[in-house]
């Protein structure tokens, strides 16, 4: 299973969208925070143009005592 990071990796390659707001994303994900709503949306909307795929692949939420974490699964 693909994640938010390999479609990251993905546009990177193809040096579709922001290169630097994309590195970002990376990093925050990488730390296993959350996404800004407005970074998923640009995202999904560079996942929809420029892969080919309907939406962006699947992330698991889970609670921790930090609330705002998110954890993107393989």
Do not use: Q
Not at 31 to 54: A, P, Q
């Amino acid at each position: 299973m693909r994640s938010l990071i390999d479609d990251i990796e993905e546009l990177l390659a193809l040096e579709k969208g922001d290169k630097y707001r994309l590195i970002d994303m990376r990093v925050r994900l990488e730390k296993n925070k959350r996404l800004y709503i407005s970074d998923r949306e640009f995202l999904e909307n560079l996942v929809k143009t420029h892969l080919g795929r309907s939406g962006l692949s699947p992330c698991l939420l889970y609670t921790s005592d930090a609330a705002d974490d998110l954890l993107c699964v393989d």
